[in-house]
């Protein structure tokens, strides 16, 4: 056997998320049918993340194992050629050691949350941003994130449905820029709790419209409560980004 390493960019629109479901189209599913219609293998192919319905890729780390003997980029060309039209492309193919393993491996994740901020609603970009009418004011909304970076309880910050053994996590970076009226939230972690990003980007946007201060932020934190949450952001906007993987 081969342990192969993917990655993955994907359009979230089409798709229930990343992991295989009963009732719905999902990445994993489209990509162990490509391999199985290259190979005729049934495969199981690992991410270094779970992204929800919605929710996009930009460079999703995944892995395989295959019997059979084909070059690296040879199954990249051939995922791709199976895959269309679905929104999924294998970037890059490489063979890694057996002992590799797309999500136990990863050291670190980041996303990109992105947001549209104009009253005019998006047009070409509908279902990939998140469209917020109303001012936001980014310098207050980085200043309340800095009051997420670092290891807290992100009980309020997390899906009821979240199956992680604790609700303890650390922030490694939060940081919300503008460029024109695009907002771009950037969050690095070693790992998140199911709904996490979009929850603290939920939040952020009620500190942006001046509807929450930083004190709120501070509060809704420390009360370790998911009814104390204010707002969960939509999943449109929400890109997994990169993850990071020993040397």
């Not at 992991?19 to 391999?35: F, K, P, W």
């Not at 500190?207 to 409560?225: I, K, N, Q, Y």
Request: proline letters at 5%.
């Amino acid at each position: 056997m081969t342990r192969f390493a993917l990655t993955v960019e994907y359009d979230g629109r089409p798709f229930m998320g990343w992991q295989r479901q009963d009732h719905g189209a999902t990445v994993q599913q489209a990509i162990e049918d490509a391999a199985f219609a290259v190979t005729g293998e049934r495969v199981a192919v690992h991410a270094a993340g779970r992204t929800d319905a919605g929710v996009h890729g930009v460079a999703m780390r995944a892995h395989l194992d295959l019997a059979k003997d084909i070059a690296p980029f040879r199954l990249g060309e051939a995922l791709n050629a199976r895959l269309r039209p679905a929104p999924v492309a294998i970037l890059a193919c490489e063979i890694v050691p057996d002992d590799w393993h797309a999500r136990f491996s990863c050291l670190g994740r980041s996303y990109e949350y992105r947001i549209v901020n104009r009253r005019a609603p998006a047009t070409w970009e509908k279902g990939l941003v998140w469209q917020v009418p109303q001012p936001l004011g980014e310098d207050a909304m980085h200043a309340a994130a800095q009051l997420l970076v670092g290891r807290h309880d992100f009980t309020t910050f997390r899906s009821a449905h979240c199956q992680a053994a604790s609700p303890i996590k650390s922030i490694d970076r939060l940081d919300v820029s503008r460029d024109g009226d695009r907002l771009t939230v950037v969050a690095a972690a070693r790992s998140f709790l199911h709904h996490q990003v979009r929850s603290m980007v939920g939040c952020l946007a009620l500190v942006g419209m001046g509807r929450w201060s930083t004190a709120d932020m501070r509060d809704a934190l420390e009360a370790a409560d998911r009814t104390r949450l204010g707002l969960n952001a939509p999943p449109d906007g929400l890109y997994f980004m990169s993850a990071t993987y020993p040397d």
